[in-house]
């Protein structure tokens, strides 16, 4: 059984580009699944329409979490509602293992089926201190308490978990299956002048974080030279948490593509404050100057030891940009390793 949240449909056809290899292995080795969607409604995303959609199983769980004692663990009240749906809808619904992103509905299936093998399946960055998964050396209580496991992008990030957890758990509960991000050619053999800036503001954070995260992007475009064009890509859950008019005014700043492969061949630098594309940008040989700031999110320089700290006018040289881009792609091949259909395989086993 795969599940997901409706805002990961951001490939093309509103497909979700982190099940796709995972669901074209099933298809080829007659392995039966069946895929659902939870609602977003906070978005004006589509739907992907190969997905069934859960929303009505959904509400009703968000209703039944309202009726239960809130002094409970909620590991614990979604695992009662899980039963209590097993009753009503899934009488007839038989699955060995759960696959789901970003955590979503862990305890709920946990409580529809005790036997069932979880693996919640990496989407982003995980670091040293990655809320829901690690944090000051102990595994998260949503992962313990409902004896889920990992499936990860590279052996790099397993070895992050494994080496600051306090026991064993990631040791016997983190697998790496490889990443839908393929390692291409080199792209770029020269600086053009154009300046992919991710972002990140969303909602996860605070006002105040994303307030600083502003001032530090205004200040960075601010000193830098007017003779390159930035091109800002909002992050996929950005829902107008801050106000980019009065940066939008200069004439060498613009919106980005929406397509990020579509971003990444039209400028041959990127920079953000701690983005997920910077393993993106790298396994392309696009270097990616880290904007200063003030925020914990500083995870590329303490978790992940990206191997650059360059400012824009280094990489006018064009050997100079030429050894950087060998040099990140490198890096970034531990993190994401590619596809390994037959890890995956052997796990639903």
Known sequence: MFYYPQHFNRGL??????????????????????VF???????????????IPFDFVYL????????????????????????????????????????TLSQS????????????????????IIHNNKKNYLVDGKVESNLVDN??????????????LVSNEIGNYFQNHAFVVGSNIRSKNILHEKFNYNILITLQFTHDHTTEQNELFFAELYEFIRVSNKDVNFYLKHH?????????????????IKIAPSDINSCFDLCSLHAT?????TFEAALLGIPTILIPSESKFNCFQKDFN???????????????????????????????TPYNESKFLNLLR
């Open 306 to 336: 990206y191997p650059l700290n360059q400012s824009i006018d280094n990489f006018k040289d064009n050997s100079f940009y030429r050894e950087k881009s060998k040099i990140i792609k490198e890096w970034a091949t531990a993190y994401y």
């Open 273 to 277: 404050a701690y983005s997920t594309s």
């Open 105 to 124: 509905m862990l305890s709920v299936f946990r409580g529809i089926n005790p036997n069932a093998i979880l693996y919640d399946l990496q989407h982003g």
């Open 147 to 160: 004896n889920a496991h990992l499936l990860l992008s590279g052996e790099s990030y397993r070895n992050v």
């Open 37 to 51: 969607e939870e609602p977003d409604f906070t978005i004006k995303g589509k739907r992907n329409y190969k997905a």
């Open 60 to 99: 009703f769980t968000l209703f039944l979490r309202k009726l239960y004692n809130r002094e409970k663990p909620i590991q614990s009240i979604d695992q009662k509602i899980g039963r209590f749906i097993a009753k009503v809808f899934f009488k007839n619904l038989y699955f060995k293992s759960y696959i």
């Open 236 to 252: 996929p859950r950005f829902n107008n948490e801050v106000d980019l008019s009065e940066i939008l005014k200069q004439p060498n």
């Open 13 to 34: 056809n509103n497909e979700n580009q982190y099940f796709k290899q995972l669901l074209q292995s099933c298809d080829t080795n007659n392995v039966t699944y069946i």
